[in-house]
């Protein structure tokens, strides 16, 4: 008997210890989920940023761009009328405000920086509220010279607040998307400026069918809604006079398919924002609204949209601005951020949804504390390049701009990818990144204007969730050439050259007539010296006599893309280096003068 009850104790002991156990393992699951939660810490002023766009409704753009060449991103802030825009470069993740790289002093809106001809740094365009829409050309070494009118563009005055470029007809140059509004909206309109490819653009919208007349035009984005690598052009229009979705036509023009693809909602629409939220390899659309709620129009892969804001749990219902997808935590879901206007606790000044990954989103504090005061426009990078994403959030006065660090705690993988073309356009704009992990694809669309008024930056994190590696990744190049990379290692930035894994081969679709080729990888366009090739321990490089070598940068790149060495701000380096860590392969040594003069010469390492 004594021994039964023994036993029954026994077993109630080990019943009670392994409800324990359960409740600590489930306890740590919990805390183990509340770490991995996305968590945003505004850090502006730690940062040295102060701005504000000013007392102007609604503010303007921001871009979070590497202006300079250094590998940081920088900071680009719009500022009102009687004040310069607002430069911040980034010194290894603390800003420092610099003096003002152009004079302009008007209503700014969008603020995009671009290498519009192909020179290999980076120009400034700038839209402007009222006054002329301003190009900038980077003459080297960030000095710059107003050529607007020179470059054919219009020097009218009147209201733009969105620009967006992108290369539609697929010849290697960018060309520029922007909207006139007048006071009148039966003379509103859209233009298109085709680039010239000599420093010029030819205004072609009419005979492009890109006009989109008689609306109230915000904003705009090039994205390639089908897959058929020619860039469609997405319209937020205001004031319910219908958004447009212009499909591209394969020969330069477009057709307005807004009515059959059921993305012609008449809204207060202020954005555009593209992302791949379900991955299911097609580009869907998310644009803002007043109380009545936003939209997030579903690709259905079939040339029509579903509307699921409402469903899916990203209407927001508030007066919205800015919206970004963004992966906050690497697991390689997108999430979603939006920016209001409505300022105080009691209202809905902001959201962060987060990707639940069943076409589903739930609303998280996700830190931003503070984040109820007036925003409008927003912009994505990585400020720290710690492998994370941080937002910058353009807000009006009184209330400071914010920089959002994202401080989340994760075991989540990344790798970091940035582009360059070479028979494409040098910013790489309108490729598409598609990555596999684990039997997953996720897709990136590049761009040069999004969301209101943003410019995101050139780098682009694709989170790896628990993997060390990603399995593949394409690279879908405006030419129609493919890079593909194999098992790409987690906590890498990788820069892709066009061409790199095929030996400098581009393969340009049938389709496609380039004007003219931009300034070649491969090969160099400039003779520089480079010598013993093959080397094995020191190489050594020389410029012409009659062109002095003054670095401002120099890496080396291997075949795959992946900068081995970097070196910046490098005047004084000696012009040998020491490759005896490389491993044996073909690799190509870069150089960028400060006069902007880029060199490029392959090598091959023994």
Known sequence: MMQLVG??????????????????LACMGLLTKAKAQPLFVEVAGAKNIVHNYGLAVPSGGVSFCDFNGDGWDDLTLATEGGSTIAFYQNREGVFEKIAPLVPDETFQGQVLWVDYDN????????????????????????????????????TERFLTYGASFGDFDRDGWLDLYIGKRTGIPADNTHLLYQNQADGTFREVAANRGAQDPAKIPFCYAFFDYNNDMWPDLYTANDRFSGNTLLRNNQNGTFTDISETSATGIAMNAMSVTIGDYNNDG??????????????????????TFSELAGPSGVGFYSTGWGALFIDSDNNGLEDLYVSGAQEGAANTSSAFYYNMGDESFTALAAGFVGDTVQSYSNALGDFNRDGKIDLMVINSSPFQSQLWENQSVSSHQYISIELEGVLSNRDAIGSRIEVYTDGRRQNRFTQCGTSFLG?????????????DKADSVLIYWPTGHIDRLKDVVAGQEILILEGSTTGGEINISPDVQLISSTDLIFPAARSLSIYPNPATDQLYFNAPEAEPLRIRSLRLINAWGQVQKEYRRADALAQELDISQLKPGIYWLE???VEGVKWVEKFVKL
């Open 282 to 303: 097609h580009f869907d659309i998310y644009a803002t609204n007043t109380i009545g709620g936003n939209v997030l129009l579903r690709n259905n892969g079939d040339e």
């Open 7 to 24: 036993k029954r104790r026994s077993a109630e002991i080990q019943s009670t210890f392994r409800v324990l156990f359960l409740l600590v």
């Open 591 to 593: 150089i960028l003068t």
């Open 455 to 467: 410019q995101n930056s050139e780098r682009n994190i694709i989170g790896l969730g628990m993997a």
């Open 119 to 154: 020179d290999g740094d980076k120009d400034l365009f700038m839209a402007s509220r009222g006054e002329v829409n301003r190009l900038y050309r980077n003459d080297g070494n960030l000095s710059f010279t107003d050529v607007t009118a020179a470059a054919g563009l219009t």
